[in-house]
């Protein structure tokens, strides 16, 4: 009779072992999904610093000269110099 309970509680215990791993906290699922978001973070993440890489170079842009300034103005606001010919090509 004791022979046979070891064997049957090691069977069970690989079963909850088994059972944990593929279901419970930190399963092989679980695991992928939170590689996947990882990812995801990590790619918007690099997103985001080229965008504020692109920001800081136009703030700095914007602080050093006003060649930025007129260019902006130029563009974003339809200004001229004085006696200059504003000229507008659409495509």
Do not use: C, H, Y
């Not at 906290?25 to 990882?38: I, M, P, T, Y």
């Not at 690099?46 to 703030?59: G, K, Q």
């Not at 300034?69 to 563009?75: C, N, P, S």
């Amino acid at each position: 009779m004791r022979s046979r309970i070891v064997p049957i509680i090691l069977v069970l215990v690989l079963l909850i072992l088994q059972w944990q791993l593929w279901t419970g906290r930190g399963s092989v699922r679980e695991v992928a999904q939170l590689q996947e978001k990882l990812a995801d973070q990590k790619e918007a993440n690099a997103r985001a610093a080229l965008n504020n890489e692109r920001l800081a170079n136009e703030v700095n842009d914007l602080k050093e000269g006003l060649e930025m300034v007129e260019e902006r103005a130029r563009q974003e606001l339809g200004m001229v110099k004085p006696n200059e010919v504003f000229v507008q090509i659409t495509r």
